[in-house]
């Protein structure tokens, strides 16, 4: 069956160094792959799409990477903050469908 | 900036209950999605809407029935509300075209005792 896992534990950094999250999946050919951040007690908010055939997107501090041969998608953010700190999501989406299926979400804390 | 709203931010109601959360969005978008969320299971697919009146099951629809009769508006219906849908409901509208993202609504914390 199609699993994506994101790291059940929280991250923990320090400000202004550059935190990683992983996106894996199995059982999936995505052919679009988002990153939502999600604050406590709120909906998600959209933050990057990436494509199958792009390797990499950035976006100010934001940078995603997406490897279709490892099934897995990377999430830096790069001189972290602690206004940072949230629960980031990645949701794939497969050729033809509008509806994504979301991971369970990684913990960012980063500590001033 | 689009916006997406729901009807409550927090309901409290008893088992047995018909419950009503309503959605807004105001981009004009034609799919609009519930979702359940609750912890370790992450967010989980209800129901969604592809146009005015259609309506396609998610992943848990049991329990659970919409209705979209104006393009703007997505309603959640729990028939009889049970204390294992307490849970954080969210509404998200979504772009079509090159980038899918969702827009989602600030959640409706809903208890069922």
């Known amino acids: 069956s199609q699993k994506i896992e994101q790291n059940s534990e929280a991250l923990n950094i320090q400000e202004g160094k550059t935190a990683t999250l992983t996106c894996n999946y199995t059982n999936y050919s995505p052919a679009y792959l988002q990153w939502y951040r999600q604050d406590p007690g709120r909906g998600p908010v959209f933050l990057l799409l990436i494509r199958e055939n792009e390797k990499e997107k950035r976006k100010e501090r934001l940078k995603v990477t997406f490897d279709t041969t490892l099934k897995q998608s990377l999430f830096h953010i790069t001189a972290s903050q602690p206004a940072d700190s949230a629960t980031y999501l990645c949701?794939?989406?497969?050729?033809?469908?509008?509806?994504?299926?979301f991971g369970r979400g990684t913990s960012l804390i980063v500590h001033p | 900036d689009v916006k997406v709203t729901q009807s409550s931010r927090y309901l409290v109601k008893r088992t047995g209950e018909k419950v009503f959360l309503e959605c807004v969005q105001d981009m004009d978008h034609e799919n609009m999605f519930w979702y359940r969320q609750d912890p370790g299971l992450g967010l989980r697919l209800i129901y969604f809407?592809?146009?005015?009146?259609?309506?396609e099951k998610g992943d848990i629809p049991e329990g659970y029935s919409v209705s979209r009769e104006k393009k703007e508006r997505f309603s959640l219906i729990l028939e009889s509300a049970s204390t294992n849908q307490t849970s954080m409901y969210l509404c998200a509208s979504q772009t079509g075209g090159k980038s899918y993202e969702q827009y989602f609504g600030p959640g409706t914390r809903l208890t069922v005792t």
């Open positions: 949701a794939l989406l497969s050729g033809g469908s509008y509806i994504p299926t």
């Open positions: 809407s592809y146009d005015v009146k259609m309506k």
